[in-house]
């Protein structure tokens, strides 16, 4: 089974502000990860998949990038209604799909 | 508009069953796989199965292999999910996900969740 490690576990940040997220694979995954957007109550939003393809109606602030075991999750300027937790995710080797534990941002 | 309305949860005693539905609507049903995923109450998220189109295939997490069962009725655009022998660990907010049309395993639009608790 594939872990995925997302770092931090936190962040704390304000809006006007860009951050990186990170995702690491155990295993080489090649391109397949996803990224999705969870807001309190709300179930999941797909935000990115194979690494780096936009999902439809997705902001342009959204960006996603790597390959391998490495991926990245960036938003170029956070707006208020980005503060949620963030997960990745991978189908480069299943079943199992595998989550990772997730990274929640919160304004500063 | 693709909606996916899950219905079925609630309090059931540790070795009870409990079987979970998901309605759909705005897409065609029976060309996509669906997927259940669960979220424990302050928790991440855990796959629980996926299903292909045809009914063909069929997947389980270990966690829920033997106990829990996927099926869907494409003449009613429904998934199910069969749950039995519950342990407190199952407790969790079931969402129901669609596949892309791409791959099985891109979670595109998915469902508002139902919760189940697993307590005596």
């Known amino acids: 089974e594939i872990v995925l490690t997302q770092s931090p576990a936190t962040l704390s940040l304000s809006p006007g502000e860009r951050v990186t997220l990170s995702c690491r694979a155990s295993?080489?995954?090649?391109?397949?990860l996803a990224w999705y957007q969870q807001k309190p109550g709300l179930a999941p939003r797909l935000l990115i998949y194979?690494?780096?393809n936009r999902a439809a109606g997705v902001s342009a602030r959204f960006s996603g990038s790597g390959s391998g075991t490495d991926f990245t999750l960036t938003i170029s300027t956070l707006e208020p209604e980005d503060f949620a937790v963030y997960y990745c995710?991978?189908?480069?080797?299943?079943?199992?799909?595998?989550f990772g534990q997730g990274t929640r941002l919160e304004i500063k | 508009e693709v909606q996916l309305l899950e219905s079925g949860g609630g309090l059931v005693q540790p070795g009870g069953s409990l079987r979970l539905s998901c309605a759909t609507s705005?897409?065609?049903?029976?060309?996509?796989?669906m997927i259940w995923v669960r979220q424990a109450p302050g928790k991440g998220l855990e796959w629980v199965s996926t299903?292909?189109?045809?009914?063909?295939?069929?997947y389980y997490a270990d966690s829920v292999k033997g106990r829990f069962t996927i099926s869907r009725d494409n003449s009613r655009s429904t998934l199910f999910l069969q749950m039995d022998s519950l342990r407190a660990e199952d407790t969790a907010v079931f969402y129901c996900?669609?596949?892309?049309?791409?791959?099985?395993?891109?979670?595109?639009?998915w469902g508002q969740g139902t919760l189940v608790t697993v307590s005596s």
């Open positions: 194979d690494a780096s």
């Open positions: 299903i292909s189109a045809s009914a063909g295939s069929k």
């Open positions: 996900a669609k596949g892309s049309v791409s791959t099985w395993a891109i979670l595109d639009f």
């Open positions: 295993q080489s995954i090649d391109k397949y």
């Open positions: 705005g897409f065609t049903f029976s060309s996509y796989a």
């Open positions: 995710q991978q189908r480069g080797n299943w079943p199992p799909i595998t």
